[in-house]
């Protein structure tokens, strides 16, 4: 194999895991701060792409998508959380675990109601469109911008929980919600930004991949799943985990599917078996931002 | 009388929300049954299993818009029988399990006389051996793996459309005539995928000896959103051609993946049974309808039934008036399940009875209609001698109102040896082009 197809697969090992992160990252943000399993984060992604194909239908153009897509998936996090969550703090994880799968069957069936069964597509603008030349190689300019926002939210998540005082607040609240709730830490409403800022991730990670593939039911169900994977694997409640776990499924997706294809379906689960033998806590576990 | 629906309301259709709820009405008008002397006669009950959620519910759903229009047109002309005919549908969710509970659902519970159903071959062939044990019939218009009517067959199962090896044979009197030499496949890795192709380049090669099937083959899983990876290795082995066994929204994934490294220039031509029907022609559409996504150049069966074609007077009614019904044009699933009560209703009326085992018998040697094509049953196996479309896409606004069609489209009628059927039904080895499939 040339260097420049190995660069192609390692590419899109990147490509796929910087979609991953952004929706991994939500997840795990959740988790760290509310203690909760959000099974209902893939349907914000869904939503996220549905209205990327609603929005390029009526607007025709990707970049109103980008930007109100992901918010209004914030704004139903929000109302998810004031709603849903609030009253099953504190009870035990399968009470939510019930609560938040109630709720993806919820939005899956709203979707339905609204969208319909047929499959939909949405499309990049045209100054994404097209390919690059990336060492010798044609490389999709889109799957390039990915990658590109996908390392701008790593940034932007990093900033926002180590430099900010917000993130101070989500970093205390985390470690102990009592005593930052003594110090004067408006804990609910910092909850309530936490899970709207999740819900934006998810929805901007669908935002991202909706012209990349059919829009369409059950995408909430499959993400969800490689979602998971990866925040087990980089351990629940770690940011930077979910960094590492998405870069390695990534790339054992890509390459996997060059070298072992016989296995592809079951890389995912044997990956995450493996890491929860040797380190049960995950690769980073416990560390929260 | 029949409206035609203009382009601009059919494309506002396509792309607005709330399309999901349209049929309501009309299921719950026929589920109430109509009034009157004749309506108190015992009803005729139809049971249809369907992908009516998960990844390919949009097929279900033409299954169902099918079905319940004709059953409307039955009901409205007197029934079968002089009885009524009530139907209902289930979601089978495109898992197998799920489709044998609510097959057993239909006839215990809901006593269902005739049964119709299945999208996915795999919840087809879970569903097909519990047919005995309920002693009742199934018609199934789209799950394609031709399993269904060799190994798993029992004197229950009719399939009245083409089967793999039909519509791969039929692929393969278009592709003997390209050029091309090295081919190789990217399908899902179950019945349907390997068969589509087997029954394709089986053909093509006895066709067309100088044909070299690939070893670097892809097989991703059913509904991977994924396929970038599988598209470059394909690239990478510079085939010449390549077929796709992908459908659903996973061929949709895969055309705006591939497109993305200059797939379609790269190799010759892209052969898909299923992967252009209807349902990614919609999908594909941009620009409010007045472009389209789909390359020009590719070869396609529409997976049995093009609306456009055959240009019978017979066929373009049809078509209107499913247009002024649903606004929509009608998907192959959708003309196959609205042929499936016909067919129904012609086998019970020649039978004199809806009793199964006498249905059965007139059934199996019947000729019946869709309103695209003349079919027959084989005994046998009970698949149907029809005509396989296969035709070319080209940019084409002006004729269909959507900016993608068919043109050149050919019918080859080609159905597999009887004789090779039943060896392998006897003797439960597996089809002859398995060998073509290769993963590794």
Not at chain 1, 201 to 206: C, D, E, K, T
Not at chain 1, 258 to 276: G, N, R, S
Not at chain 2, 130 to 136: A, G, H, N, S, V
Not at chain 2, 420 to 429: Q, S, Y
């Amino acid at each position: 194999m040339t260097f420049s197809t190995f660069f192609a697969f390692f590419l899109n090992g990147l490509t796929s895991a910087m979609t991953f992160f952004i929706i991994a990252s939500g997840l795990t943000l959740i988790y760290g701060v509310l203690r909760i399993l959000n099974l209902a984060h893939g349907s914000l992604f869904m939503v996220g792409a549905f209205f990327t194909f609603q929005l390029t239908y009526w607007f025709g153009n990707f970049w109103y998508a980008l930007i109100l897509a992901p918010l209004i998936c914030a704004v139903a996090g929000v109302i998810m959380e004031r709603i849903f969550l609030r009253p099953v703090y504190g009870l035990p994880i399968p009470f939510q675990l019930l609560l938040t799968f109630g709720l993806m069957l919820l939005i899956a069936d709203i979707v339905r109601i609204f969208w319909g069964v047929a499959f939909r597509t949405a499309t990049e603008p045209r100054i994404l469109s097209g390919t690059m030349n990336i060492l010798g190689n044609s490389y999709p300019r889109y799957n390039v911008f990915v990658i590109i926002v996908g390392i701008l939210v790593g940034i932007f998540i990093w900033i926002l929980l180590t430099k900010t005082r917000f993130g101070k607040m989500i970093r205390a609240s985390s470690s102990d919600r009592e005593v930052a709730n003594g110090l004067g830490i408006n804990v609910p409403w910092l909850y309530t930004a936490v899970f709207g800022i999740g819900a934006y991730l998810a929805g901007l990670s669908g935002v991202l991949a909706a012209p990349l593939r059919s829009i369409m039911l059950e995408m909430d169900v499959h993400i969800i799943i490689e979602a998971f994977a990866i925040v087990v694997i980089g351990g629940l409640g770690s940011i930077p985990g979910a960094l590492i776990g998405s870069l390695l499924l990534g790339q054992l997706n890509s390459f996997g599917t060059l070298y072992i294809p016989k296995f592809e379906m079951a890389f995912t689960y044997v990956f995450m078996a493996i890491i929860l033998l040797i380190r049960p806590k995950g690769l980073l576990g416990e560390e929260v931002g | 009388m029949v409206k035609k629906v203009s382009r601009r309301q059919f494309l506002k259709g396509a792309g607005a929300i709330g399309v999901g709820i349209v049929g309501g009405p009309l299921l719950q008008g026929l589920t109430r049954g109509p009034s009157g002397a004749w309506g108190a006669a015992k009803p005729i009950k139809f049971g249809g299993i369907y992908s009516l959620s998960g990844v390919v519910a949009a097929w279900g759903k033409a299954a169902q818009q099918g079905a319940m229009m004709a059953a409307m047109e039955i009901n409205q002309t007197g029934g079968i029988l002089k009885r009524p005919v009530e139907v209902r549908f289930e979601d089978d969710a495109c898992n197998p399990e799920i489709g044998v509970r609510k097959t057993r659902r239909l006839v215990l519970e809901w006593g269902a006389d005739f049964l119709h159903g299945f999208n996915h071959s795999g919840v087809a062939l879970a569903a097909v051996p519990t047919l005995p044990e309920l002693k009742r019939m199934l018609l199934v218009p789209c799950a394609a793996a031709t399993q269904v009517t060799t190994e798993a067959f029992n004197k229950y199962v009719f399939r009245p459309h083409a089967n793999c090896y039909q519509s791969g044979a039929a692929g393969a009197v278009a592709a003997a005539k390209l050029p091309y030499k090295k081919w190789t496949v990217i399908g899902p890795d179950y019945s349907y995928g390997w068969d589509s192709w087997g029954g394709f380049i089986g053909n093509l090669v006895k066709r067309k000896p100088d044909v070299e099937v690939m070893n670097t083959q892809a097989w991703p899983k059913f509904g991977a959103g994924d396929f970038t990876s599988y598209i470059l290795k394909v690239i990478e082995a510079k085939p010449d051609a390549v077929y796709s066994s992908l459908w659903g929204g996973d061929f949709i994934t895969f055309l705006k993946q591939a497109k993305r490294y200059g797939f379609f220039e790269k190799v010759g031509t892209c052969v898909t049974e299923a992967g252009l029907a209807l349902d990614a022609f919609y999908a594909l559409a941009t620009g409010g309808g007045k472009e389209s996504e789909i390359p020009e150049g590719l070869w396609t069966a529409a997976h049995g039934y093009w609306f456009e074609h055959p240009k019978t007077e017979r066929n373009k009614k049809w078509v209107d008036k499913f247009v002024s019904m649903y606004g929509e044009y009608p998907h192959i699933v959708a003309h196959d399940a609205y042929g499936i009560m016909y067919t129904y209703k012609k086998a019970i009326e020649k039978a004199k009875s809806i009793e199964t085992d006498a249905v059965i018998e007139v059934m199996e040697t019947m000729e019946f209609e869709t309103p695209g094509y003349k079919r027959k049953f084989r005994k046998e196996d009970h698949s149907a001698f029809t005509g396989v479309p296969y035709g070319r896409t080209v940019k084409a606004p002006e004729l269909t109102g959507i900016a993608m069609n068919l043109v050149d489209i050919s019918d080859a009628e080609i159905i597999e040896p009887i004789e090779d059927v039943l060896e392998r039904r006897t003797k439960k080895t597996p089809a002859p082009w398995m060998q073509y499939v290769i993963k590794g």
